[in-house]
């Protein structure tokens, strides 16, 4: 079980081109959803985050829905390759570039291995896979947020039992 022992009271941990990002969960997982032999059925960490809604994120819905027209009626008169592919889901452009640098108390070095972006019209939402399980002698985890990169300075602490 993992318990947060500190974290933005919010739980805003990043701010991308005008959406503020929450922190939404994390857990371990024992199947790790990657398609390489490598690591198929290791286990590791799986990270939530959340775009939160507002007018912003309302406009990048409104906007999508309306390339998402174009492009279909495109593809309805001149077929589906001149049509492309389909426009980008505007929670990719925001959350896939926010992420955290994850670290624990016996100084485990965990890695991004995998990833899910989804918003637009709905929910959005990231999902991150970072690589290795803890081990278990950590006890605390702290993820440090990121946009492209660069630190958010937004910290949370977790407890491991």
């Known amino acids: 079980m993992m318990t947060v022992i500190s974290a933005p009271a919010d739980l805003v941990v990043a701010t991308n081109i005008g959406v503020g990002v929450r922190f939404a969960g994390i857990e371990s ?24 809604r507002s007018d912003e994120t309302r406009q990048r819905d409104a906007r999508f829905e309306e390339q998402l027209n ?4 495109l593809r309805e008169l001149s077929g589906v390759e001149a049509a492309g592919d389909p426009p980008s889901m505007p929670g990719q452009l925001v959350l896939g570039v926010v992420g955290a640098v994850i670290s624990d108390d016996v100084g485990t070095t965990y890695r991004l291995s ?30 440090e947020f990121t946009v492209n990169g660069g630190p958010t300075g937004k910290i949370c602490k977790i407890q491991l039992d």
Do not use: F
Not at 70 to 73: I, K, N, R, V, Y
Not at 120 to 134: D, I, K
């Open 29 to 52: 997982i024992a199947d790790v959803p990657i398609v390489s032999d490598e690591w198929l059925g290791k286990e590791g960490l799986r990270l939530y985050l959340q775009g939160i």
């Open 114 to 143: 995998a990833g899910q972006v989804a918003g637009g019209m709905s929910g959005w939402e990231s999902t991150w896979v970072y690589l290795p399980a803890p081990p278990k002698t950590a006890r605390v985890l702290t993820l």
């Open 70 to 73: 174009q492009w279909g009626a």
